[in-house]
Every structure is written in structure tokens, then in C-alpha cells.
């Protein structure tokens, strides 16, 4: 008889892994707070607690300013903008990424130029970076991956002596440090998603972080349609903006979501680790280890590596399937290189700068990335924070369910 589940065995894991996002009374009174008070709107901008949620983000990441935006995709955009990029302008940006990354880019008609990233942990590769530079570069936008942190030291370096403009992509990484200081305070700026998936959450939403007073006027005159004063009633004109703006609702999860945002860390760090020396006795797994100059770790997506070598030439979703079976959830291609990926279709006719570097269009031949396309089609393996919220038991069930798998391929193959 079948022992693998997938095959009509009992599964190893039938109690669900927690729910998210969490919350507790404090989102509660927060949000009849807001209810209550009739000022539910972003404007006048920054409201009121929208500018209390900036503020005590920005700080609990060691950055002098934070801004309110509606979404962390927009936060790139405004960033690149409030950085003047221009027209023709390249962006450096990890191809193993969401698409924001680099949408970012042709929203202000200048040039995603793709790099891969590192085989150890997926982040974007420093010593690429230094050969995709030209003297239209002008900003790079590493992303804080999973639970990794980008080499940040490497990075600034190599931003400083090219004078390049530093954008971290920190929608993965709330809470994280590196060399003791947050992330998203490194850079020029540091962006952040509140999207439902993310560590923190008010269903959508994104900050911008930043320690330079022009830089931050800048980013509150764009997400308030280009006002040049804050506040609603001011109509002059400075930059050219949108409405970009976060609603006092999503302002008063956020500070609640925050309140618990260190306390779920250290648990997700805890469990990370213990998951981490469990998969490390599984043949066939590679782990990746955090960086020792990151401080505190977070784990958004906890990444692993599979080899089918050591799984009797199993591939890999073929192995997520069985293991899906079993009562664990997790991702295969949760990103695939983003110049292949058919959902990224810039038209050069709408953006015409990008024939400037790609005049056959994006697409998967438009860069040359081995590390990200082996990682998206044969490599990564991404679980989803949950499974790291809960107890031991509930971390020991994943290794449990892959050792299964392991000890049963003749089912599979
Ligand atoms: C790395 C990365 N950058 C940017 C974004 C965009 O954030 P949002 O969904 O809030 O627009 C995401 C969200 O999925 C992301 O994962």
C-alpha cells in the first residue's frame, strides 16, 4: 500500500499551519478609532495617522523620514522620481525579483538594465552590478530577498564611487538589520510593501524611508499630486505627483501591526533557525544561512534549495506536488526572472527609451541570467511565513513530510 500521500497515504500534516495576517484588539480599536473620528482620508497629507505610523516606521528602522504611499510598488516609482532619474536613465535591478522592481523603471521612461543574482542567496550580484554599470547608469535597486539582505557594503561602495543612487527593495524584510542599523536606512531609500502577503499588512499599502530632508518634501509633494505645500488646501504646484496617498484606515493597522512586528520576528527568527538545522541533515537540501553582518533576520519567504540529484532526479515540482500532498504548501517559481516572464511587456512603442538598450523588446534573451532561471524553474523552494509562526511541531512536520517524501521516491519515479 501507497505511504506517500499523493499516492492515497495519510499525509503527515492535516491541521492547517496559523492564518495570517494576525491581529488582535489592537487593529480593532485602531480602526473604529479612525471610524469614529471622520477623517478617514489621506489628505490633509500626511494625515494625521498616517504621519504617527511614519514616523515611528521610519524610526524603528534608524531612517530620519518615512512616507506614507499607497502601495510598494509606487513607493519605487516616486523614489526614482523624487531622485530626478530621467528619460534614458538605466536602473540596475535584480532580474529574480517581483516585476515592481523593475516597472519602476519604465514608469519614468528610463531603462531596466537586468542582472542576476548571487547562487548562495539569490540577491543581487555586487560584482555583476559593476559590470552592467555604463555612464547612463544612474540608480540601482537591490532587493532584500526572502530573509536575505543584499550585500549592502559591496552596494554602497560601488553607489558611491559611481554616484549612483541607492534604492533598497525591502518589501520582504521588515524589522531586519544590518550591522545593527535597519534596513531600508542604508540606501538613498528604502521601500516597503504593506501588501496582504507581507509581514506587515493593512491589505495594501507602502512606505518610503529616507534620512535626507529634500528627498523626503520631494516624495510628500508627489504622493499629494505634485502640491507644493503639504496639507489639502495648498494648490501650488512643485514636482509633478499623483495621488499616491495611504488612507487613515490602512495608517491605523499599520500602527498596530507594528506594535507586534518584533515580537513575531524574534518567533520567525527562532523557528527560521530550527528549521534551518532540520533541513540541514535532509541529502539533497541547501540552505541559506543569513549573512553575518545582518543583525536581526527576518524570514518573509524562507528560501531553500532542492536538488533533484540527490531526489533520484525527481524535479522539483514534481517534489512540491507530493509534499503539497502532504500538508505543505510552498512555492516553485514564485518569481522567475522578470525579463521572461510574459506578464512583464513594457511596449517599445510606448516606451520608446528602452530601444535604446533592448531594440527586440524584453524578453527572455534581453539578459543573460543562469543563476535566477535555474533557481525559478529547478532550484527554490519558498515557504511562506505561517509556517514559521507557530510551534516546533509545526516546523519538525516540514522536515518530517520531506523525509517522507525521501524515504519513498520509488512511489514517484
Ligand atoms: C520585492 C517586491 N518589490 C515590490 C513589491 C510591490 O509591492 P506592492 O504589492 O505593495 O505594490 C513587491 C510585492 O509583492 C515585492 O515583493
Redesign the pocket.
Known amino acids: 500500500m501507497s505511504k506517500l500521500a499523493i499516492k492515497g497515504g495519510k499525509a503527515v500534516r492535516t491541521k492547517p499551519y496559523p492564518t495570517w495576517p494576525p491581529y488582535d484588539k489592537r487593529e480593532e480599536e485602531q480602526l473604529l478609532g479612525v471610524l469614529h473620528s471622520q477623517n478617514w482620508g489621506g489628505y490633509p497629507s500626511p494625515n494625521v495617522k498616517a504621519a504617527e505610523f511614519a514616523a515611528a516606521f521610519a524610526k524603528a528602522h534608524d531612517a530620519a523620514y518615512g512616507v506614507c504611499v499607497a502601495?510598494?510598488?509606487?513607493?519605487?516609482d516616486i523614489a526614482l522620481k523624487a531622485a530626478d532619474i530621467e528619460a534614458g536613465d538605466e536602473v540596475i535591478v535584480p532580474t529574480y525579483?517581483?516585476l515592481?522592481?523593475a516597472a519602476c523603471a519604465v514608469n519614468v521612461n528610463a531603462v531596466p538594465v537586468f542582472v542576476d543574482v548571487r547562487p548562495d542567496n539569490y540577491t543581487l550580484d555586487p560584482a555583476l552590478v559593476e559590470q552592467a554599470i555604463t555612464p547612463r547608469t544612474r540608480a540601482v535597486i537591490p532587493?532584500h530577498?526572502g530573509s536575505s539582505v543584499a550585500d549592502l557594503d559591496r552596494l554602497l561602495a560601488i553607489c558611491k564611487k559611481h554616484k549612483l543612487v541607492l534604492i533598497e527593495?525591502c518589501?520582504?524584510v521588515h524589522g531586519a538589520q544590518w550591522r545593527g542599523k535597519g534596513v531600508g536606512s542604508h540606501g538613498d531609500f528604502g521601500?516597503f510593501?504593506?501588501?496582504s502577503?507581507?509581514l506587515m499588512t493593512a491589505g495594501?499599502?507602502?512606505i518610503v524611508l529616507t534620512s535626507n530632508k529634500l528627498y523626503e518634501e520631494k516624495l510628500q509633494s508627489i504622493v499629494n499630486c505634485g502640491r507644493k505645500g503639504w496639507g489639502y488646501d495648498s494648490f501650488d504646484g512643485w514636482l509633478f505627483g499623483t495621488n499616491a496617498r495611504l488612507s487613515e484606515f490602512q495608517a491605523a493597522v499599520l500602527i498596530a501591526q507594528l506594535a507586534k512586528l518584533e515580537k513575531f520576528t524574534l518567533k520567525r527568527q527562532e523557528n527560521g533557525a530550527y528549521l534551518t538545522k532540520l533541513l540541514d541533515d535532509i541529502p539533497g537540501l541547501a540552505t541559506i544561512k543569513p549573512d553575518k553582518r545582518m543583525t536581526r533576520v527576518t524570514h518573509y519567504q524562507y528560501i531553500f534549495k532542492y536538488d533533484a540529484s540527490g531526489f533520484k532526479g525527481l524535479h522539483r515540482d514534481k517534489f512540491l506536488e507530493a509534499l503539497a500532498a502532504e500538508g505543505i504548501n510552498a512555492d516553485g517559481d514564485f518569481y522567475e526572472p522578470i525579463q521572461e516572464r510574459p506578464i512583464f511587456a513594457p511596449k517599445l512603442s510606448q516606451y520608446p527609451m528602452l530601444k535604446k538598450r533592448y531594440p527586440k523588446g524584453i524578453n527572455a534573451k534581453a539578459a543573460h541570467t543562469p543563476v535566477a532561471h535555474k533557481a525559478a524553474y529547478e532550484e527554490a523552494v519558498w515557504l511562506h511565513y505561517p509556517y514559521l509562526m507557530g510551534t516546533k511541531k509545526d516546523v519538525e512536520d516540514i522536515a518530517k513530510a520531506i523525509w517522507k517524501i525521501r524515504d519513498n521516491l520509488g512511489e514517484l519515479i
Open positions: 502601495n510598494g510598488s509606487f513607493t519605487l525579483t517581483w515592481a522592481t532587493v530577498l527593495d518589501a520582504h521601500s510593501s504593506f501588501q502577503s507581507k495594501e499599502g507602502g
